[in-house]
């Protein structure tokens, strides 16, 4: 964040005021308070959007398998190839913690 911290809590706070619905800068928020290491702010955040009935949109991933592409969610166990992104996902995740385990925690 290098400083602009201050910055991005304003522009969330404004777009906050002028979106109230949308989840986006809630998020920005709060990961800008976790990035803070600031752990009641991003608890304040939260109660926050549970009080305004604001839900995070869940996320999509996409995957191309043979040239055709492939979304699918966190939670979706009902995509007819899963098997195959699925481990297409692990031999990525694979190739990237042999050549980069900079990247990987531990």
């Known amino acids: 964040m290098n400083g602009s911290t201050g910055l991005e809590r304003e522009v969330t706070e404004f777009l906050i005021k002028w979106q109230p619905q949308s989840s986006a800068a809630y998020v920005l928020l ?9 752990w009641g702010l991003v608890e304040e955040v939260r109660h926050i ?3 305004r009935r604001v839900r995070k949109n869940q ?8 040239n055709e592409v492939h979304s699918f969610t966190l939670s979706d166990g ?17 190739q990237i913690e042999d050549n980069a ?3 990987t925690e531990g």
């Open 78 to 94: 009902l995509h007819p190839m899963k098997e195959t992104i699925y481990s297409a996902l692990g031999h990525l995740n694979n």
């Open 101 to 103: 385990p900079y990247l």
């Open 49 to 51: 959007m549970d009080e």
């Open 30 to 38: 709060s990961s800008t308070y976790a990035a803070l290491v600031k």
């Open 59 to 66: 996320s999509i991933s996409w995957i191309e398998i043979e």
